[in-house]
């Protein structure tokens, strides 16, 4: 099922490698370049970053020395041309070089996050978002303007929601009905704030926030949230059942077989061996085939787990860069209409006038959602919730709803939302 590697092998020597722009110069970027380097085929072309020491550094620890800063898309085609990596303060410079295959994006902003895709897109770049935070939010109507124009826009290869699609990929090509898709969590605290996670943040050289977003289960249900509209898939209720056991394969245990045979889920275990990775159920009433994956240790069926116990995205994202330049092939990308949304839930008593500070922060969490539940609540988007000053008081823990907050005027995100809303009404 492997064919990538012999396809970039043959890009390798045609001299025509899948040349990437990448945007944003964080611990992400650091570790994407670092692969990339490393892998035959793929090629980092150009960092672009608000600071540019940043995006210097990362070049320079890849083996070039005093790498070139270009202001237009010209000094950067001439760059490629010499194969010479360089830096922009500027990334729609990435977007518009004609000599770049993929922008990828691993900034995890949502204004600007939405801004760029539309910028890549509309220069026909392939689009790969190492930024859950956007795609969680927009995804579906950025899919329908890369869709208008031809070309492919993607989350990646290699994070729990690839990870989790290359699963359920696996599991329907050999004849099986995925039921369940799920992630393996270690630890959820929602009320986590960057004070409480600093240090921990520090010490892995990563952002406060970031570290906060996993902590208080915000990234979670952006990821799970990615994989239900890539699949269809819904919720059994909001938040998700976050069921705890010792191992992944005891996951079977946790469901009655008409909860797993109700239309398809997304869900969580809490604390469960290998520790990481995703999990996909797979339902067969063939006699043949559960005779056989009994056989070959699966168990007796009819329902049977399989599992990745490994996530590696920054290996990865040049892969899923690469899958879509040759392929046209999307690792992660919605399938249609959003099946589930990620909601914004009061991380303490709020104030009215308190203005949120959005994804890892002091004042909210996001929580996954059915769309339709959603809808009718007119809950507040967490990818939205940023920059909102509520007008009245809210309780810890309950959800913020449009009614509640007066949104930022003339941002992107907000028309992007309301198109989605309309596509899809």
């Known amino acids: 099922m492997i064919i990538l590697d012999r396809a970039l092998a043959e890009r390798e020597a045609q001299g025509r490698p899948v040349r990437i722009g990448l945007v944003g110069a964080g611990y992400m970027a650091r570790g994407i370049a670092a692969h990339a380097r490393a892998i035959r085929g793929v090629e980092v ?7 540019l020491t940043r995006a210097v550094d990362i070049l320079t620890e890849n083996g070039w020395d005093e790498p070139k800063e270009v202001s237009s898309a010209a000094e950067l085609e001439d760059a490629i041309a010499r194969r010479s990596p360089v830096v922009a303060a500027d990334p729609m410079i990435l977007c518009a070089a004609e000599s770049v295959d993929v922008v990828m994006d691993t900034t995890g902003e949502v204004e600007f996050g939405a801004d760029l895709a539309l910028e890549a897109i509309r220069h026909q770049k392939h689009v790969v978002l190492v930024n859950a935070e956007l795609d969680a939010t927009l995804g579906p109507v950025l899919k329908h303007r890369a869709d208008a124009a031809g070309v492919v826009i993607t989350n990646t290869d290699g994070d729990e929601p690839g990870v989790a699609m290359n699963l359920f990929r696996y599991v329907s090509t050999i004849g099986l009905q995925p039921v369940l898709v799920g992630n393996i969590k270690g630890f959820i605290d929602q009320h ?18 970031m570290i906060t977003s996993f902590a208080d289960g915000t990234k979670l249900s952006m990821e799970t949230t990615l994989v239900a509209n890539a699949t269809g898939f819904h919720v059994a209720r909001r938040g998700m059942n976050g069921h705890r056991c010792g191992h992944v394969r005891e996951v079977l245990d946790l469901y009655s077989a008409d909860e797993l045979l109700d239309g398809g889920r997304v869900d969580y275990v809490l604390g469960a ?39 590696l995205p920054q290996a990865e994202a040049p892969l899923t860069a690469a899958r879509a330049a040759i392929f046209h092939d999307a690792s992660v990308t ?54 909102c000053e509520l007008v009245v008081d809210i309780a810890a823990d309950s959800p913020i709803g449009y009614e509640h907050v007066r949104v930022p005027p003339g941002r992107l995100v907000d028309e992007l939302r309301a198109e989605q809303e309309s596509l899809f009404a």
Request: charged share 20%; glycine share 14%; aromatic share 10%.
């Open 45 to 51: 072309v150009a960092i672009a970053n608000r600071t």
């Open 192 to 209: 986590r704030n960057p004070d409480t996670q600093r240090a921990f943040a520090d010490s892995v050289g990563q952002g406060a926030k």
């Open 273 to 311: 061996e290998p520790g990481t990775g995703a999990f996909v159920v797979g339902y067969t009433e063939d006699p043949v085939q559960r005779t056989y994956l009994g056989h070959f240790k699966l168990g007796d069926g009819p329902f049977y787990v399989f599992y990745t116990p490994w996530h």
């Open 334 to 387: 919605p399938c249609g209409a959003p099946s589930c949304d990620v909601v914004t839930v009061a991380k303490r008593d709020l104030r009215r006038g308190e203005v949120l500070d959005g994804i890892g922060g002091f004042t909210c969490y996001g929580v996954i959602e059915n769309t339709d539940a959603s809808r009718q609540d007119l809950l507040l988007p967490m990818g939205l919730s940023e920059g």
